[in-house]
């Protein structure tokens, strides 16, 4: 039976009909397969290489997701076990396998497409999580000055989430705090992962320990968000545990974690909202998110003012300056009715 990194290789021999195949809304354009996402989307931000050494390695542009042909064929088919793509990937590489379409009249794809979207994984992933208080992620949390996480129903925790290394292809399992991404109507677009260290070492001890898959785009983690109401006023930032940080001193006020820089200026603010709070890491890509929600919040009327931390994000913050002095910041930043109704006295 082939390995993890023999069946990437076998896809890889074939990167192109793989793409036609789990990509089809996608089309080659010279050396690369050009597509919108991972969830098969029309578009141009997420590229596959199809020769040369790097035959079969993708990186989407936009979600700085990346990977291999297996992991691919993982997140557009919506899979969760490592088994189940493991056999995905053999039935694909059992079939016969036709000329590309590039050299046939009319252009038709080999295959029918995949209709399985990567949404439908991280949904799948998230009902498998465990409440968060107790757990080895709570405890992580608390570590990092996070002491009610418990409390988010947006957050939780699986024992035993598959994780796969994209260097040498070796798959192993370990316990990960696990956020659900959802959009403005509360349905789950994605997930993303934070693997952790077993003996309560803090993260896990791989190279890529944070990991977001599904439609993050416009899409968040949302925290306090009430259901089906109005949001006139709201925290937005890029990182999770930047977010939890703050609605740790204000528990209060809804809140959304984009998770990257990118996804944070492609943020879409609920309907009628009327501040909203950016909150910026102390770097460059922070500045471009903080720079691009701005924009899109004043071309809807809303009125956008930056948080900015004393260290380099509000999680330092308050890990090493403490609450009380994240607290006193945030009151020099907010609106003083915002301050008055939020923060503690």
Not at 120 to 138: H, K, S, Y
Not at 139 to 161: D, K, N
């Amino acid at each position: 039976m082939l390995s993890a990194s023999e069946l990437a290789d076998r896809l890889a021999r074939d990167a192109e009909a793989v793409c036609r195949h789990y990509l089809s809304a996608g089309r080659r354009a010279g050396n690369y397969w050009i597509v919108g996402d991972v969830a098969n989307s029309k578009g141009r931000s997420l590229y596959v290489y199809l020769f040369g050494p790097r035959a079969g390695r993708w990186t989407d542009a936009a979600t700085g997701q990346y990977g291999d042909l297996l992991d691919l064929v993982r997140e557009t088919c919506g899979l969760v076990d490592f088994r189940d793509v493991a056999d995905e990937a053999r039935h694909f590489l059992s079939l016969p396998q036709s000329e590309p379409a590039s050299s046939r009249r009319g252009g038709a794809p080999d295959y029918p497409p995949v209709e399985k979207p990567a949404a439908e994984r991280a949904r799948r992933l998230f009902a498998m999580t465990q409440p968060l208080a107790g757990t080895l992620a709570d405890t992580y949390l608390r570590e990092r000055g996070i002491l009610q996480a418990s409390t988010h129903a947006a957050l939780g925790f699986h024992p035993s989430c598959y994780y796969r290394d994209l260097g040498s292809s070796r798959t192993t399992s370990y316990p990960a705090l696990i956020a659900a991404v959802t959009d403005p109507y509360g349905q789950i677009t994605g997930v993303h992962r934070t693997w952790l260290d077993p003996g309560g070492e803090g993260k896990a001890k791989v190279e890529d320990p944070r990991r977001a898959l599904g439609g993050l785009l416009g899409n968040a983690v949302r925290l306090r968000f009430p259901i089906n109401g109005p949001v006139p006023l709201m925290v937005a930032g890029e990182g999770l545990e930047t977010i939890l940080s703050l609605s740790h001193v204000m528990p209060g006020l809804p809140m959304a974690a984009a998770l990257t820089a990118n996804h944070l200026a492609a943020f879409s603010p609920p309907a009628r909202c009327l501040r909203l709070y950016i909150a910026g890491d102390a770097d460059a890509a922070g500045r471009h998110g903080i720079e691009g929600l701005s924009r899109r919040a004043q071309a809807l009327g809303i009125l956008p003012l930056v948080l900015a931390p004393e260290l380099g994000d509000f999680n330092e913050d308050l890990r090493w300056l403490g609450p009380d002095r994240l607290t006193a910041n945030l009151r020099a930043q907010l609106v003083p009715e915002d301050a008055m109704a939020y923060l503690p006295v």
